[in-house]
């Protein structure tokens, strides 16, 4: 039950549903009139990393940067305090496990996995699940475990179990138990773990020192994503969940238990319902009604502060946490939206807080000090798409300046770069499939990308397939891949620091690469993509067409 739950928040912002326009191109078989292409039209699907990429949907990849593979699903990701090491929280099928990455200005960064290898009976950890943390030593790893409410501690040197700390028990007068760990992350000295329990609405803050939980808050509903400003003083929860569902009439809560998804029902044939008892929305929905014989409770009005929101806390007594803001974010359930916004992703300035509105394309800015919206962003790439959804704005990563904010957009493969001070889209560039996670280097200059389906599974058979110890599943064989980015400079005249001229090697040692203006990013997101043309025209560009140079095979790149 409780591994079905963890799979339903994990992919609670997934649409895989996604923006579709127009295509025109020459087959062998007549046109049919209003038919809609993929991009790779009739192509199978293929890996390949050099070139171009054709995933199963019939989409086209091109990320930009280093491509490093690690396990699948990387929907946690972490960047140590030296800056040295990244760790992703690998959390969506065999094995579930973290892939640490050094090296990382290295031509080819080396990876490690705890545990190595694919599966096995006795895999510590048995579990994963988003959460992911690196101490002030760059050593000291934090993970959130899922669905057996642990926090595990491991040392990323010797790559073995050093403690773990515990969310089930009893704590200020209630008995919690099947916790589940979600997001989590440390204050800047690393004295506090602050941890999300989507099981219980709640934040968890434990000493990192003793090792304990010293407090405990209720929040939104199914709290997802966490930041922690960077005075240290307020810790940002964004609340995904839109109700909070009540028992059927006749099932008991489990004696001494806190928690909405603890109950022993002693015959769930007589006191459970086989069918749901109302549609959404309808008045049944808002106001309850009544299913053989049992009045079931409705859910109420779907746009309290306690749904797709952001919650601030007052963490500066971490003993006496406190709410002290509730944001709703993104268009409200209603005539424009017939769901939530599904906060999903967040990131925190001093002068700002972002929250990604991913069933709305959306980005909220909010002021930080009035804790009010001051704008919210449509993440539109393109005119001939405009109108429609499917971005799938994810995770968000801030410039250490503050300058540049960066989106995982998770629903067309790529990176949205914005400017953070005038909440401005600036452009895109092509990332990986799925991309649900960025991080930013210290200096600002790399952006580290979690793409959660890397470059696909490619065909699972046929001669030159190369059967693994994974086999020929499609969900153990899609490898997670990282992509390691110089950033583009916006315009054509900037350089980034770390690029030099081609083929001179720079300070640090590793090749040089030639970055492309951000504009020209953008123009080759939306060719190969097909979000081209004109609204109501649009059409398939050709390799060579629109200053899109081939690709090493002719292809579009």
Same mark, same amino acid.
């Given at each position: 039950?409780?591994?079905?739950?963890?799979?339903?928040?994990?992919?609670?912002?997934?649409?895989?549903?996604?923006?579709?326009?127009a295509l025109e191109e020459p087959r062998k078989t007549p046109d049919i009139a209003g038919e809609l292409l993929a991009p790779a039209s009739d192509r199978p699907a293929r890996i390949d990393p050099e070139g171009v990429t054709i995933l199963p949907n019939g989409r086209l990849l091109t990320p930009r940067g280093k491509q490093v593979k690690v396990a699948p699903h990387p929907y946690g990701l972490a960047l140590s305090p030296h800056g040295k090491t990244l760790v992703t929280a690998n959390s969506g099928t065999n094995p579930f496990s973290v892939s640490i990455i050094t090296g990382l200005d290295q031509p080819d960064p080396q990876v490690a996995q705890i545990p190595p290898g694919f599966k096995s009976a006795d895999a510590d950890p048995d579990s994963v699940f988003m959460g992911v943390a690196i101490g002030p030593d760059s050593r000291t790893l934090y993970l959130a475990e899922g669905d057996n409410g642990r926090v595990g501690i491991f040392d990323l040197v010797t790559r073995r179990r050093i403690s773990s700390i515990g969310l089930d028990g009893a704590f200020e007068g209630k008995n919690y138990s099947h916790s589940l760990t979600g997001e989590l992350k440390l204050s800047r000295d690393g004295r506090r773990l602050y941890v999300l329990d989507p099981a219980h609405f709640r934040l968890v803050i434990i000493d990192t020192e003793a090792r304990q939980v010293v407090s405990s808050v209720a929040v939104g509903r199914l709290p997802f994503a966490l930041a922690v400003s960077p005075d240290g003083k307020r810790v940002y929860v964004s609340n995904v969940g839109m109700f909070q569902y009540s028992l059927v009439p006749g099932v008991e809560p489990q004696s001494g238990t806190s928690g909405p998804y603890l109950t022993v029902p002693k015959s769930p044939r007589e006191k459970g319902l086989d069918f749901p008892p109302f549609g959404f929305p309808s008045k049944e929905a808002g106001e309850g009604t009544t299913v053989n014989g049992k009045k079931i409770p409705g859910l109420g009005d779907p746009?309290?502060?306690?749904?797709?929101?952001?919650?601030?806390?007052?963490?500066?007594?971490a003993a006496q946490p406190s709410v002290v803001a509730k944001i709703r974010t993104g268009e409200p359930v209603g005539e424009k939206s017939m769901g939530g916004s599904s906060p999903g992703g967040l990131a925190a300035g001093r002068e700002r807080v972002f929250v990604s509105?991913? =069933?709305? &394309?959306?980005?909220?800015?909010?002021? #930080?000090?009035?804790?009010?919206?001051?704008?919210?962003?449509?993440?539109?790439?393109?005119?001939?798409v405009r109108g429609l959804r499917g971005v799938?704005?994810?995770?968000?990563?801030? =410039?250490? &300046?503050?300058?540049?904010?960066?989106? #995982?957009?998770?629903?067309?493969?790529?990176?949205a770069v914005l400017d953070a001070r005038r909440g401005k889209v600036l452009g895109y560039f092509p990332a990986g499939w799925f991309p649900a996670r960025v991080e930013t280097s210290r200096d600002g200059q790399t952006l580290y990308v979690a793409n959660a389906k890397g470059f696909g599974a490619g065909p699972n058979g046929g001669p030159n397939f190369a059967r693994g110890a994974e086999g020929t599943y499609i969900g153990d064989i899609t490898k997670g891949t990282v992509s390691i980015v110089p950033i583009p400079p916006a315009k054509s005249g900037e350089k980034n620091p770390r690029t030099e001229q081609p083929g001179s090697p720079p300070s640090g040692g590793s090749p040089a690469v030639r970055l492309r203006p951000l504009k020209d990013e953008t123009a080759r997101v939306l060719a190969v993509r097909r979000f081209t043309g004109s609204r109501g025209t649009a059409h398939r560009v050709r390799p060579g067409a629109r200053g899109i140079r081939r690709g090493r095979r002719g292809q579009e790149p």
């Amino acid at each position: 039950m409780f591994r079905d739950l963890q799979r339903l928040i994990c992919f609670a912002l997934i649409v895989f549903s996604a923006p579709c326009v127009a295509l025109e191109e020459p087959r062998k078989t007549p046109d049919i009139a209003g038919e809609l292409l993929a991009p790779a039209s009739d192509r199978p699907a293929r890996i390949d990393p050099e070139g171009v990429t054709i995933l199963p949907n019939g989409r086209l990849l091109t990320p930009r940067g280093k491509q490093v593979k690690v396990a699948p699903h990387p929907y946690g990701l972490a960047l140590s305090p030296h800056g040295k090491t990244l760790v992703t929280a690998n959390s969506g099928t065999n094995p579930f496990s973290v892939s640490i990455i050094t090296g990382l200005d290295q031509p080819d960064p080396q990876v490690a996995q705890i545990p190595p290898g694919f599966k096995s009976a006795d895999a510590d950890p048995d579990s994963v699940f988003m959460g992911v943390a690196i101490g002030p030593d760059s050593r000291t790893l934090y993970l959130a475990e899922g669905d057996n409410g642990r926090v595990g501690i491991f040392d990323l040197v010797t790559r073995r179990r050093i403690s773990s700390i515990g969310l089930d028990g009893a704590f200020e007068g209630k008995n919690y138990s099947h916790s589940l760990t979600g997001e989590l992350k440390l204050s800047r000295d690393g004295r506090r773990l602050y941890v999300l329990d989507p099981a219980h609405f709640r934040l968890v803050i434990i000493d990192t020192e003793a090792r304990q939980v010293v407090s405990s808050v209720a929040v939104g509903r199914l709290p997802f994503a966490l930041a922690v400003s960077p005075d240290g003083k307020r810790v940002y929860v964004s609340n995904v969940g839109m109700f909070q569902y009540s028992l059927v009439p006749g099932v008991e809560p489990q004696s001494g238990t806190s928690g909405p998804y603890l109950t022993v029902p002693k015959s769930p044939r007589e006191k459970g319902l086989d069918f749901p008892p109302f549609g959404f929305p309808s008045k049944e929905a808002g106001e309850g009604t009544t299913v053989n014989g049992k009045k079931i409770p409705g859910l109420g009005d779907p746009n309290v502060p306690e749904s797709n929101s952001l919650w601030v806390v007052d963490v500066s007594n971490a003993a006496q946490p406190s709410v002290v803001a509730k944001i709703r974010t993104g268009e409200p359930v209603g005539e424009k939206s017939m769901g939530g916004s599904s906060p999903g992703g967040l990131a925190a300035g001093r002068e700002r807080v972002f929250v990604s509105n991913s =069933s709305q &394309d959306s980005v909220s800015v909010i002021n #930080a000090r009035t804790l009010r919206v001051e704008k919210t962003v449509l993440l539109e790439p393109a005119e001939t798409v405009r109108g429609l959804r499917g971005v799938l704005p994810f995770g968000l990563a801030l =410039s250490p &300046d503050e300058e540049r904010l960066y989106v #995982a957009c998770a629903g067309i493969n790529a990176i949205a770069v914005l400017d953070a001070r005038r909440g401005k889209v600036l452009g895109y560039f092509p990332a990986g499939w799925f991309p649900a996670r960025v991080e930013t280097s210290r200096d600002g200059q790399t952006l580290y990308v979690a793409n959660a389906k890397g470059f696909g599974a490619g065909p699972n058979g046929g001669p030159n397939f190369a059967r693994g110890a994974e086999g020929t599943y499609i969900g153990d064989i899609t490898k997670g891949t990282v992509s390691i980015v110089p950033i583009p400079p916006a315009k054509s005249g900037e350089k980034n620091p770390r690029t030099e001229q081609p083929g001179s090697p720079p300070s640090g040692g590793s090749p040089a690469v030639r970055l492309r203006p951000l504009k020209d990013e953008t123009a080759r997101v939306l060719a190969v993509r097909r979000f081209t043309g004109s609204r109501g025209t649009a059409h398939r560009v050709r390799p060579g067409a629109r200053g899109i140079r081939r690709g090493r095979r002719g292809q579009e790149p």
